[in-house]
């Protein structure tokens, strides 16, 4: 991931991630001796770490506990919010 990304190209990312590592875990869920698949899977839950890493680090936390460290002051409160229209601006 270019370290230049705008915030919409970071977010994309996390989500794109979490959705390949949530699908993968599906899978897994019924074919739990699928090494192949287990190791795609790690892989996602590595890259994706990177990816909210990546997004914290600049933009501040996405989960209100126990996920990302924050800096004082408090940065969950701060807007915009992942899900808010402008966060794409």
């Not at 770490?49 to 996920?67: D, S, V, W």
Request: with cysteine; charged share 20%.
């Amino acid at each position: 991931m270019k370290s230049s990304a705008c915030r919409y190209d970071l977010i994309k990312a996390v989500m794109e991630l979490g959705f390949a590592a949530v699908d993968m875990n599906l899978y897994l869920d019924n074919n739990p001796e699928d090494k192949t698949a287990v190791n795609t899977y790690n892989s996602f839950v590595s890259q994706y770490a990177q990816a909210r890493c990546a997004y914290e680090k600049k933009y501040g936390p996405l989960t209100h506990f126990g996920y990302a460290p924050s800096v004082c002051p408090w940065q969950w409160v701060e807007s915009p919010w992942p899900w808010e229209k402008e966060f794409y601006m």
